[in-house]
């Protein structure tokens, strides 16, 4: 007999030890975010004022930065599944005696753990462009921003389950995760959005952990913050369940 907990530990290994061999996705992964907080919040911070002259717009946009980094590193974690399908290995995944269930959360869990080192690589970068943030609050952030990799996570590995190319899954991800990631309130708060958008707003795990980082390190927030819990962990749940359910029914052609 095969022990469940030994899916799980084979998916979350092979997870993080792929993500690390894959030094072009190591550094692409930090130098992006860089990108956006130098040359996006430097540069609006001298033309921009969304909340008050007493806070700047780099220090409203580091706390979304870091997990919109999250956030768009769980998402790509679909396309290993899609890698899994190419190469074979989604064969032996599916004829294991270990639980479907078990490996797949071991994959989630794997994702989750490499968005959340990226994260904090962020957040030390981020660290020498402002001290008016409170980064002593970085550990909650990041277990906040663990629940949002997993609901994402998990909705990268539904769509790629479903799918046979990487240049497909590349497409509908850009699809969902673009929207998803402007109508967050990562660059501009969420009170300043039209009806239409907040509607996309609300349905975005993103929103609740950007709206909770900002809240913890700035003191600001559009929500209160157990409104965000509680939403953000509503949506976990739908987001899990639902890959729970699409992986358990992939088959291999």
């Given at each position: 007999m095969v022990s469940p907990i030994n899916g799980f530990i084979a998916s979350y290994y092979l997870q993080v030890k792929r993500f690390w061999r894959s030094k072009s996705r190591v550094?692409?992964?930090?130098?992006?975010?860089?990108?956006?907080?130098i040359f996006f919040g430097i540069g609006f911070t001298k033309s921009v004022r969304l909340i008050g002259p007493a806070v700047s717009?780099?220090?409203?946009?580091?706390?979304?930065?870091?997990?919109?980094?999250?956030?768009?590193?769980?998402?790509?974690?679909?396309m290993s599944v899609i890698w899994?399908?190419?190469?074979?290995?989604?064969?032996?995944?599916?004829?294991?005696?270990?639980?479907?269930?078990m490996s797949l959360l071991?994959?989630?869990?794997?994702?989750?753990?490499i968005a959340l080192f990226q994260g904090l690589i962020i957040s030390l970068v981020a660290y020498p462009l402002t001290s008016n943030l409170n980064y002593l609050a970085i550990p909650i952030v990041l277990g906040v921003a663990f629940l949002v990799s997993i609901s994402v996570?998990?909705?990268?590995?539904?769509?790629?389950?479903?799918?046979?190319s990487f240049e497909g899954f590349g497409l509908i991800v850009n699809l969902i995760s673009m929207p998803l990631t402007?109508?967050?309130?990562?660059?501009?708060?969420?009170d300043t959005m039209p009806d239409w958008m907040k509607i996309i707003a609300y349905i975005s795990p993103?929103?609740?952990?950007?709206?909770?980082?900002?809240?913890?390190?700035l003191g600001i927030s559009s929500m209160d913050i157990m409104?965000?819990?509680?939403?953000?962990?509503?949506?976990?749940?739908?987001?899990?369940?639902?890959a729970l359910i699409i992986f358990e029914k992939t088959t291999i052609e």
């Open positions: 550094i692409g992964s930090i130098v992006q975010p860089v990108f956006w907080m717009y780099i220090d409203f946009l580091i706390p979304g930065v870091i997990l919109m980094t999250i956030f768009t590193a769980s998402f790509m974690g679909g899994d399908k190419e190469f074979g290995f989604m064969k032996v995944v599916l004829v294991s005696p270990a639980p479907r269930q071991g994959r989630i869990m794997g994702d989750a753990t996570s998990s909705i990268g590995i539904t769509i790629a389950s479903k799918m046979r402007f109508a967050s309130g990562v660059f501009f708060p969420i993103l929103t609740y952990g950007a709206d909770i980082a900002r809240s913890l390190m409104t965000d819990i509680f939403a953000l962990s509503i949506l976990t749940i739908m987001f899990v369940s639902m």
